[in-house]
């Protein structure tokens, strides 16, 4: 900190000059975030609510009714009629939040104190920050020639002290659906919590189901599932930090509650103890502002973008590593390192990704790609083939 204090436009010019370091949604270039621009509306309203704090509703009396509309509107988006939950800053501790919920309910209906939970190998890196933190064992399931969770390899790493069992509807690699319809039986029959991570795909395959897409279910339509992690911050078009958090019951939030004395509210279910509204009403406004006809309509749009980006690799000669579901492309040069040909794309300005399981490029066709980028991006990949 400086001892004076030093005018705004000094200021801004330097963060002007900070800034101009990072790379810009609209430039096209950013090819492997699950991120994206967010809607100028959503920019507006999450401004108008940046001073609310959700960790102390009574004091912020709309804007907690305005949360309460948002899960509610989500949790009719994923067919559940009565939704409990939040918007919390993102997938990661959505996902926190509902492995604690599985684990305090566990402990508390079950007795079990060294618990176990199973997740896909494919599983996003935050169930290793939530086991960590909880003090769980995780048990990996083992994939299935389509990169998928093998139901089988989840029917043997039950045990007694299995406290969850994790699906992904939109995996952060590939952008697959595992076979939640089945797990969801697994997991109803044995009485075992049942966590799907739809961050990525839950804003996108309800719409495109509706649109005629022969999308699998994940929701709550299927008795065993009892939570749901879905973003608005990616194809829900919200500003980041908005991350949603949706429970079957009321209880799997009770067996979190801790006392908050000085609050006024009595108990307190989510990790963080300020949590800023403005994530909320930005969400809030966004879905209204787009409904389910607009949203439907991104998300083909994103669809149609994926199969041209498909199918003009492999016309080229690349290999997909499967057919998309999902606005992930993963592919790879058939004969270099999927490193060595990252590393040549970055040489051009293009911001990809790699895939672990299996090694390969991976895109994820977001809002800000457009066809145009696409064809630069493929002009580049002939020209490297």
């Known amino acids: 900190m400086d001892d004076k204090p030093i005018d705004k436009q000094d200021i801004l010019k330097e963060l002007d000059e900070l800034h101009s370091l990072d790379y810009d949604y609209a430039d096209g270039r950013i090819l492997g975030s699950m991120c994206t621009q967010a809607h100028p509306f959503a920019k507006e309203v999450y401004c108008k609510f940046l001073d609310t704090n959700l960790g102390d509703p009574g004091l912020f009396k709309g804007t907690k009714l305005i949360e309460n509309k948002v899960i509610e509107s989500i949790g009719k988006l994923l067919s559940l009629d009565k939704a409990y939950g939040n918007i919390v800053t993102g997938g990661t501790e959505a996902n926190i939040m509902a492995i604690r919920a599985a684990r305090n309910h566990a402990r508390k209906y079950k007795g079990i104190v060294d618990g176990e ?31 998928k969770i093998d139901v089988d390899s989840v029917k043997e790493a039950i045990s007694d002290k299995t406290v969850a069992i994790v699906a992904i509807a939109g995996t952060t690699e590939l952008g697959l659906i595992d076979p939640i319809e089945e797990i969801s039986e697994i997991a109803f029959e044995n009485n075992i919590y049942f966590h799907v991570d739809a961050a990525f795909g839950g804003f996108s395959i309800p719409f495109l189901r509706d649109a005629g897409y022969g999308m699998p279910v994940f929701d709550f339509s299927l008795r065993g599932v009892c939570s749901i992690t879905v973003d608005p911050h990616k194809m829900g078009l919200a500003p980041i930090p908005a991350g949603g958090i949706i429970f079957r019951k009321e209880e799997y939030l009770d067996v979190m509650a801790v006392d908050s004395p000085y609050l006024t509210v009595k108990t307190q279910s989510t990790i963080v103890g300020t949590r800023l509204g403005a994530s909320s009403a930005a969400t809030y406004a966004i879905m209204k502002y787009f409904g389910k006809d607009g949203y439907s309509k991104k998300a083909q749009e994103l669809m149609d973008n994926t199969r041209f980006l498909a199918e003009n690799l492999k016309g080229i000669g690349y290999d997909l590593v499967c057919e998309p579901e999902l606005n992930i492309v993963a592919f790879n040069h058939p004969d270099m390192d999927a490193h060595e ?32 980028h696409l064809k630069e991006l493929l002009e580049d990949l002939k020209e490297l083939y």
């Open 341 to 372: 040909l990252a590393q040549k794309l970055e040489d051009l300005d293009w911001k990809v990704s790699v895939a672990k399981c299996p090694v390969a490029i991976r895109i994820v066709l977001m809002n800000h790609i457009k066809i145009t």
């Open 117 to 147: 939970i199973i997740i896909p190998d494919s599983a996003h890196f935050s169930f290793k920050k939530a086991a960590d933190m909880l003090n769980l064992k995780i048990v990996e399931a083992k994939l299935d020639d389509d990169y």
